[in-house]
């Protein structure tokens, strides 16, 4: 570390009396230096000391200044007034205390102003006019903000030190007993983690505090009354001046480093200059002075191993191959720093320590100390060998033993300038010195006799000696780099405009030396390499040069290509290889190789190869070693050899040929898959291309290039493997150009093709090669599988064996396309009754859990008339066998599940609906109709009670039936129900105990048999309680119908019947009207209802019948011959049955304004305006959804 003056300023006033300078302080950005002296302010240019204004704005004597943001600045004073001042150094404000300003500062984040007195302290902001003052305990010497401005530290003095925060809570109370605290500073660096503050007092010590309170690290002494210290503001180093007349620089951790300057009175105030390693300095004796701290790089080298101080109190040793380094931590002014193998040498301001590498590896970087010399040696160099430390002083080199004996000394005539540690053995080594008179010696540490090298007529700046000690490189005070052979002196060369100089330690004839921004690299005789460098050459390793540029040590990697192509060129193939080793890249290596290979110098070449890993030129050259031992003479075949490894294959080519081996060229365009130039080699020789393309073909296989194997087997005619090739891997396209070329008997290959078409779903080129083939089976499954079904229909038309195949399949797809009738038709043809039952049964199933009642009831409907088909119509029901009878029985079972779906579908809807279309009298019906059959039989899936009670509640309250409301009501109270129902059937079922226990007379149900009147409900049957008469309901709106059903007397066939009721013409004439009325020959009609109506009345009354509903065919009343002729069609329903299991039922009108309808399909009755209704709207028949017309 060394101090410059820049300039200086002596201050007084108008009687020559020295005024103290108490405060100075920078601007923000550095550019101007202002200080105090007596009342007034002095303002400075930073860099030339020119005195650019004197201010006056305190009337007693300013005692401290601030920098503010804006290159303005804060001025107190004894006055008892604060001022600011703007950078155009004019007062802008003024605010004043009860005492004299001691301290001011600025919170660097929010520009806050702290100003300190004896008494107490101000907070000041641009934004707020007030200034907040706070009593403090004790007089206020100094103060300092945080970097971020959060806190603030006041020096007290009473010995303490207040951090608070920026709204002046105190958060800790430092005491340090009863010394006054004169300066504090917070550490400006910004990679610490936690706040520093470096504290000094009258105790005379340092120290430092983090936020909290907590100190860091121990008191350090300083011998003197402090008055102020400042950071630089990196935060890397501190000054401190005070009573010694003194400014000493320490680094952060308080260690001492050296004094910067020496003044005649006290130093009150030192401050650091922004970007800058400028010290300002003002004193008692009214001096003001500018020094520039100028840290010198202090580093030594060996080889690849590199140390150089750190922050003036480390030695970091770097190495520089690897990087990796380590850090010793001296704690004291690191001096001087020496390298030399295993040893390092550092010297400090009272010692000089000798470390040693803790194990002797190249790449270890643990060192430890070996000795230490407690003596305090003044030296201007310093190196060190394995034994002993070498000082340079002048024009004397003292040698001293690691035990601090000294050993030899060395009297020259000439100063010192270079000194260099050139090796040798323990003990024994050499060194280069370098003159001012230009002289070079060598010295060896055994010998007290020095050897004179060389002399130039120039001042020595650089020596340096290459690895075989027969060369010496210098450079001197013309920037001339001379190059000497060591045993005859002579000169061997020289280069202008160098300014350092290295040997390579690792290649003899190579050399780099720098200069004017350039470095050149030269080797043997050739001619430099030049390339843009800043810095200084200070080692040269292999293909590593070391450059220190200022500070910084960086590493150029030099490419060997230049030197190494220079050597190519004059065929000295070992020199390239030595050359190669340094560091070239992999392409350099690779043309190396070739190069000698093609030379023929096979030496250098498989060096180089090995070095590649390439084995395959490393077979290629083998070969040729083999074929030399062998007697082989045959260049153009060796250098084929060497062509084709080079990739010249053409060249290969004619170098075989040339040599009679075109056999071997074949072979090589067949490795390299160059097909077209194998073919035309073979062509040239035998004309045989067969076996060349079939293993092009199969190597396209290996590689998996199917497009082009499969190519090639066409090429060659192998069709089959070709199809083998392109059909699992899904070329179709590729395969239809195979198809089209094939000849119709090709069969198998055809067959093939169409298979692999099926498997990847590409009909149409399937259908197209079953065409070539003729298979009209296949082509008929393809359009089946396509549902083409107009082409297999079509196909079916021409060939009518073949339709069976069809029916099935369209079945299927008539059944999945809700076409169910359809596909019954076609499901009988193909003979398939029970798929059809199935497919309808999932469907029923599925319609159900989806809970589309309505489609539930269509498809048991169809359903029940499959169960049918398979009883046979000519058996009775008695005579049926045990499945049929099953059938039977799944028959009638489905209809009853038909019809119940049918009713439930619109009971569903009303619940879950927001609103529905159905009357409210046929919803009670329906769900009336349901429950019933629930609970005689059983609950089929799906169905809910729970809905149904609750529309019967809902709709019988509505409608005023009371009793049917209260009997749902409490049914409903014994089940589970849905969450949101239950407030409300709790508060319906208290409100219907006010109603009566009746219904009303309009949901009387009508017996039309025995005319009597029935309650709305009841739970046994759906039947009359009179005469136990069933009653026949519309499927539309599950009202009773007037219908009455009869028998026929014994003796008269349902055929006979027919006829005795449709066509007798005289009926006819009296025939029912659309109206109801009757026409002229209206006796014939009442004759025949009076008839009716007296068998009823006289029929005997029944008791109630259980709880299935079993039809006694003995209470319907019977018809004879007469009755049925007294009949017209419009009075009777006839439900015909091509089964003999199931009975045709005949149905009398009984009123006869009352129109009826019933479906010609389902035999399901309807209101005539129900049917019409439906009919119109929808076209087909609301309960089997048969196709319908209103003349039916």
Not at 244 to 251: E, G, I, M, P, R
Not at 812 to 821: K, P, S, T, V
Request: proline fraction near 4%; hydrophobic fraction near 35%; glycine fraction near 6%.
């Amino acid at each position: 570390m060394r101090p410059f003056p820049i300039w200086s300023d002596k201050v007084q006033d108008t009687a020559g009396t020295p005024q103290p300078i108490y405060s100075l302080i920078y601007t923000y950005d550095g550019e101007y230096l202002i200080a105090t002296a007596g009342v007034e302010i002095l303002i400075y240019h930073s860099t030339t000391g020119e005195l650019q204004k004197t201010l006056k704005g305190h009337k007693d004597a300013v005692i401290c200044l601030c920098p503010l943001k804006g290159n303005g600045f804060a001025s107190g004073g004894a006055d008892k007034q604060v001022i600011i001042w703007n950078n155009k150094w004019e007062g802008t404000l003024k605010y004043s205390h009860n005492d004299t300003i001691q301290s001011v500062s600025q919170n660097p984040v929010t520009g806050m102003v702290l100003s300190c007195t004896a008494s107490d302290y101000g907070l000041w902001t641009p934004d707020i006019k007030a200034v907040n003052k706070t009593k403090v305990p004790s007089k206020i010497l100094c103060s300092s903000w945080t970097l971020d401005g959060q806190h603030f530290a006041l020096g007290l003095y009473n010995g303490n030190v207040s951090i608070r925060s920026r709204t002046g809570e105190e958060k800790v109370r430092i005491e340090r007993g009863s010394s006054p605290v004169w300066s504090v500073a917070w550490s400006p660096a910004p990679e610490l983690d936690l706040d520093i503050l470096a504290v000094t007092d009258w105790s005379q010590k340092l120290s430092f505090f983090q936020i909290n309170g907590c100190q860091v690290g121990k008191d350090r002494q300083l011998g003197y009354d402090p008055c102020t210290v400042s950071y630089f503001p990196t935060g890397d180093y501190l000054v401190i001046g005070g009573s010694d007349k003194k400014v000493h620089l320490w680094t952060p951790n308080g260690v001492r480093i050296a004094p910067i300057c020496d003044r005649q009175g006290w130093v009150w105030s030192c401050k650091v200059r922004p970007n800058h390693n400028h010290v300002a300095v003002g004193s008692q004796d009214g001096t003001i002075s500018i020094y520039e701290v100028v840290l010198n790089i202090v580093h030594g080298l060996y080889h690849d191993r590199y140390a150089f101080r750190h922050n003036l109190t480390d030695v970091v040793v770097q190495h520089l191959s690897t990087d990796q380094k380590a850090r010793i931590k001296c704690c004291d002014y690191v001096k001087k720093i020496s390298v030399y193998k295993d040893r390092l040498a550092v010297q400090l301001p009272d010692r000089i320590i000798i470390y040693e590498l803790f194990h002797d590896d190249a790449g270890n970087m643990h060192y430890r100390i070996k000795e230490k010399l407690q003596k305090n040696l003044e030296c201007n160099l310093l190196v060190v060998t394995s034994q002993a430390i070498i000082l340079c002083l002048d024009q004397k080199l003292q040698m001293y033993s690691f035990v601090g004996e000294k050993e030899r000394e060395w009297n020259l005539d000439s100063s010192i300038r270079y000194i260099k540690v050139i090796g040798g053995p323990s003990g024994r080594e050499g060194l280069l010195l370098g003159l001012k008179d230009g002289h070079i010696l060598k010295v060896f540490v055994d010998s007290a006799f020095p050897i004179s090298i060389v002399k130039l007529h120039s001042p020595i700046c650089c020596i340096d000696l290459n690895l075989s000690r027969t060369k010496l490189a210098v450079i001197d005070d013309q920037n001339t780099c001379v190059v000497y052979d060591i045993n005859t002196k002579d000169v061997l060369f020289q280069e202008p405009n160098a300014s350092s100089v290295s040997w390579n330690t690792e290649v003899d004839d190579m050399m780099c030396f720098s200069g004017n921004g350039i470095l050149n690299v030269k080797i043997g005789n050739f001619p430099a390499h030049q390339q843009k460098m800043d810095g200084l050459v200070v080692g040269f390793k292999g293909s590593q040069i070391f450059c220190l540029n200022t500070y910084q040590m960086t590493i150029v990697d030099v490419p060997q290509t230049t030197a190494m192509d220079r050597y190519m060129e004059k065929e000295e193939f070992d020199s390239a290889y030595q050359t190669a080793c340094l560091g070239v890249s992999e392409g350099d290596w690779r043309r190396l190789a070739l190069e000698a290979l093609e030379k023929l110098n096979l030496n250098v070449s498989k060096k180089a190869f090995v070095r590649l890993r390439d084995f395959r030129f490393l077979e290629a050259i083998k070969t040729i070693e083999k074929l030399k031992i062998e007697g082989g003479k045959e260049n153009d075949l060796f250098l084929a050899q060497v062509a084709a490894f080079a990739a010249k294959y053409h060249e290969a080519a004619r170098l075989f040929k040339r040599a009679g081996h075109v056999q071997r060229a074949v072979e090589m365009f067949t490795e390299l898959n160059m097909w077209e130039y194998a073919t035309q080699l073979a062509e040239e020789t035998d004309g045989k291309t067969q076996d060349i393309l079939l293993r092009k073909a199969q190597m396209q296989e290996d590689r998996h290039d199917m497009l082009a194997a499969a190519a090639t087997y066409e090429e060659v005619g192998d069709y089959a493997k070709a199809i083998d090739i392109l059909g699992p891997a899904g070329f179709v396209d590729r395969l239809m150009e195979i198809v089209r070329k094939l000849d119709k008997q090709a069969t198998k290959e055809l067959v093939q093709c169409a298979l692999y078409f099926r498997k990847h779903n590409h009909q149409a080129y399937a259908i197209e090669t079953f065409i070539k083939l003729d298979d009209l089976v296949s082509q008929l499954q393809m359009y089946i599988d396509m549902q083409q079904w107009d082409n297999a229909f079509r196909i079916g038309d021409t060939h009518p064996e073949l339709n069976k195949q069809i029916y099935l399949p369209y079945g299927h797809w008539l059944a999945m396309n809700d076409r169910f009738e359809e596909a019954q038709k076609y499901y009988i043809k193909a003979g398939c009754i029970h798929e059809a039952i199935r497919v309808l049964k999932q469907l029923s199933q599925n319609a159900v859990l989806q809970q589309r009642f309505d489609d539930a009831s269509f498809y048991y409907w169809t359903l029940s008339k499959e169960y049918l088909e398979i009883v046979p119509t000519d058996l009775d029901e008695s005579q049926l066998n045990q499945t049929q009878r099953r059938a039977f029985m799944q028959y009638k079972s489905c209809i009853e599940l038909a019809e119940i779906y049918h009713a439930y579908k619109s009971v569903f809807r009303f619940v879950e609906d927001p609103f529905t279309f159905t009357l409210p009298e046929s919803l009670l019906n329906m769900a009336k109709h349901v429950y019933i059959f629930c609970t005689n039989k059983y609950t089929p899936t799906g169905i809910s009670k729970v809905y149904v009670l609750y529309t019967m509640a809902k709709i019988s309250r509505n409608l005023g039936g009371f009793k049917l409301a209260r009997y749902a009501l409490e049914r409903l109270m014994l089940m589970k129900v849905p969450p949101k129902w239950q407030d409300t059937l709790d508060l319906d079922t208290v409100t219907i105990r006010s109603k009566p226990v009746t219904d009303s007379d309009e949901l009387m149900v009508t017996c039309y048999q025995c005319s009597s009147m029935n309650p709305p409900f009841q739970s046994k049957a759906n039947a009359c309680i009179n005469c136990s008469e069933l009653f026949v309901l519309s499927m539309y709106s599950f009202h009773s119908l007037p219908l009455v059903e009869f028998v026929l007397d014994a003796g008269i066939s349902d055929q006979l019947a027919e006829k005795l009721i449709f066509t007798d013409l005289n009926k006819e004439n009296g025939a029912i009207n659309d109206q109801g009325r009757s026409r002229p020959n209206d006796e014939v009609k009442g004759s025949a209802q009076s008839a009716i109506e007296q068998q009823l009345a006289t029929m005997p009354l029944q008791t109630k019948r259980g709880s299935n509903l079993i039809e006694n065919p003995t209470t319907h009343p019977k018809y004879s011959r007469q009755q049925l002729q007294n009949l017209t069609k419009y009075q009777v329903f006839v439900r015909k049955s091509l089964h003999r299991c199931v009975p045709v039922r005949y149905f009398y009108r009984v009123q006869s304004d009352t129109r009826v309808a019933m479906c010609s399909s389902c035999n399901m009755f309807f209101y005539e305006d129900e049917w019409i209704s439906e009919v119109l709207s929808y076209g087909k028949c609301p309960f089997c959804r048969s196709k319908s017309s209103i003349s039916e």
